[in-house]
């Protein structure tokens, strides 16, 4: 059963130790009042730079840490971090896909024996037979020979961990697949496999994801919609044409020109001075204006608000200027 992941508010707030016997603790804002909604079957694209709140968000999604404030529904129902029997049916529509295959699987079992870790656990009314038909059915989906899962984790290229990561998080039939960094560990060729596997399964099993990465040509080649979020907070969201095209946020703007683009051979690099600001140290205001080269007045005092500009929203005050000036 499919539905939508419906993401309001969410807010995750970490207590930092106290610096030094005199020094106060600090709270370090992770994710900063987030709010989207992922249609049943769409993907929705989470973009931004390391250490901007993407792996957080990810982790609130599933249920793993607590919201400090919001909350997080799909196909209706609430995901909770408390582990009881509702969050273990949950768990079991909800699946992820981590960024580095080899520190995700088990190097002591074989392949075929992680894929077939799940329904040992999530369903335990399957004989063993079963389980093994449902393995040797994933592993069919993804391309692996039954021979290949005999492999441990060691004898497998990178390009055939991630597979048995992703035949893994599919054994379950999930109707959320959660994937961060899916493919930043690979190299170009493979990432085109996985990708493509992707894209097809997602045709054959009809699941919602929310595919997060820091690379904007894999979100453009996969996402129905593209998130971008900048310390903690989401900053421009609307479909990949619109967002990578016609980009409104300077932040975004400034993503967008680091794409290498064949076809625009001309385009000016927006470079971006300085780092960051420290997520536990937040500038008032918008907290992309140290770093914007268009910021004005109220820019340094007025935090914007995510509103909509025709098909996308965007939080900027160059784009909804406060006062309706």
Known sequence: ?????????????????????????????????????????????????SGCGKSTTARLVLGLIPPSAGKVRFGGHPVSARIDADWRRMRRRIQMIYQDPLSALDRRLTARHQIEEPLVVHADNLSPAQRAARVDEALEHVGLSRTMAERYPHELSGGQRQRVVIARALVLEPALLVCDEPVSALDVSVQAQVLNLFQNLRRKTGFTSLFISHDLKVVRQVADRV?????????ETGAPEDVFHRPAHPYTQ???????????????????????????????????????????????????????????????????PPWGQ
């Not at 370090?28 to 079957?41: K, M, N, Q, Y």
């Open 254 to 320: 400034a993503l967008v020109s680091a794409i290498p683009d064949p076809r625009h051979r001309g385009r000016k690099r927006i470079l971006l001075e300085g780092d960051p600001p420290n997520p536990a140290d937040v500038p008032a205001g918008c907290a992309f204006h140290k770093r914007c080269p268009a910021a004005r007045a109220e820019c340094k005092t007025l935090r914007p608000t995510l509103l909509p500009k025709g098909a996308r929203s965007v939080a900027c005050h160059l784009v909804h």
């Open 1 to 49: 059963m499919s539905g939508d992941l419906v993401v309001e508010g969410l807010t995750r707030e970490f207590r930092l130790p106290r610096r030094g016997l005199w020094g106060r603790s600090a709270t370090l804002r992770a994710v900063d009042d987030v709010s989207f909604t992922v249609p049943a079957g769409q993907i929705l694209g989470l973009v931004g730079e």
């Open 227 to 235: 998130a971008v979020m900048y310390l903690g907070r989401i900053v």
